[in-house]
């Protein structure tokens, strides 16, 4: 089953405002990613964050954790059209010394010229 | 550093067939997955490989699929026979740090 949901499912935005989605998961962690999936590619790795941390950034991403309320947000600022894609949560579950990924359905980002 | 490289990038075959991919690692990972994303969904875990020993194949449907990872560098993921649900785009990733997973590019079935 997946750990993770993302929120929204979809998101359309205009060139240059900010784009927020947001990921609750079940159990703990070991730590959270983001990843993003252009339109019939792979995955590309954006973030991780640890469970013992509550915000990282990197160029215009930014993510926070919330290990109460089990939640996670990811910010891109400034979006551009080619932010377009759908982005997952991932995590890895605390206890679990095989390091497997749980991906929620993800959100798709839709960033208009 | 190359990426993890799959193969074929597409197929279509009949229900009731046949069909195998192929992936190739980035060199030195030796952990290395294999996923299933049907449309809309995110990627589901099949099987995880540690060298050539699998770590966890407990979402892998048995019955109809099998893969195997040869002197712990490339994988093959075979379905027989296959089914109408298995459409999806099978994704193989591979990881040296443990957690942090790179993804190839994915081959997309379509089952009709």
């Known amino acids: 089953s997946q750990q993770g949901e993302e929120d929204p499912q979809a998101l359309s935005i205009q060139e240059g405002e900010n784009a927020t989605m947001n990921c609750s998961y079940k159990?703990?962690?070991?730590?959270l990613q983001w990843y993003r999936q252009n339109s019939g590619r792979g995955l590309v790795h954006l973030i991780l964050i640890r469970s013992n941390e509550r915000e990282k950034h990197s160029g215009r991403l930014r993510v926070t954790l919330d290990t109460s309320k089990k939640s996670s947000s990811l910010l891109i600022t400034a979006s551009r059209a080619a932010d377009t894609a759908s982005y997952f949560c991932?995590?890895?579950?605390?206890?679990?010394?095989?390091?497997?990924?749980?991906f929620g359905a993800g959100t798709t980002v839709t960033v208009r010229a | 550093e190359a990426g993890v490289a799959q193969s074929p990038r597409y197929k279509i075959i009949e229900k009731r067939q046949s069909v195998a991919f192929w992936c190739n690692p980035i060199s030195g990972h030796a952990t290395l997955y294999w996923y299933q994303q049907i449309l809309g969904q995110g990627p589901k875990l099949l099987i995880q490989?540690?060298?050539?020993?699998?770590?966890?194949d407990s979402q892998l449907p048995k019955d109809r699929f099998s893969a195997e990872r040869l002197k712990g560098v490339d994988s093959t993921l075979k379905i027989q026979p296959a089914k109408l649900e298995d459409s999806a785009v099978y994704l193989c990733a591979s990881s040296f740090i443990p957690g942090f997973q790179y993804f190839g590019p994915g081959t997309r079935l379509t089952v009709l």
């Open positions: 490989f540690q060298n050539n020993g699998v770590v966890d």
């Open positions: 991932a995590t890895d579950q605390r206890g679990s010394n095989d390091y497997k990924l749980s």
């Open positions: 159990t703990s962690i070991n730590n």
